[in-house]
């Protein structure tokens, strides 16, 4: 089992920045890729940026490039999602994720089919 622990989020200007991170504890050591999701009060899940292990790859929601970096610290099994140039339409409560599942690990970050998911952390963008 792995376990995530989201935490970072709060309530800022637009315009504003925020750093999300996300600790895996437990078997982490069989993850092969971290991600965020997000989701709005009325609107489905979607994707926001997702990593892999191999290679490093990242992987971002086109709502999000240029804004959004998500990074790994490898020493404490942390990812982390720094969201600069916020708006309002990013308010949402973040999920991070991870995948343990060996093979197409960034297929499946993206869309979501993955083995864990933390309990989420709300984001609040003012206009």
């Known amino acids: 089992q792995v376990q995530l622990v989201e935490s970072g989020g709060g309530l800022v200007q637009a315009g504003g920045s925020l750093r999300l991170s996300c600790g895996a504890s437990?078997?982490?050591?069989?993850?092969?890729?971290m991600g965020w999701f997000r989701q709005a009060p009325g609107k489905v899940r979607e994707f926001v940026a997702g990593i892999t292990w191999s290679g490093g790859s990242t992987y971002y929601a086109d709502s999000v490039k240029g804004r959004f970096t998500i990074f790994r610290d490898n020493a404490k099994n942390t990812v982390r999602l720094q969201m600069n140039s916020l708006k309002p339409d990013d308010t949402a409560v973040y999920y991070c994720?991870?995948?343990?599942?060996?093979?197409?690990?960034?297929?499946?970050?993206?869309?979501?089919?993955?083995?864990?998911w933390g309990q989420g952390t709300q984001v609040t963008v003012s206009s």
């Open positions: 994720v991870a995948d343990t599942t060996l093979g197409a690990t960034s297929f499946r970050l993206q869309r979501g089919t993955v083995d864990y």
């Open positions: 437990g078997r982490s050591f069989t993850i092969h890729g």
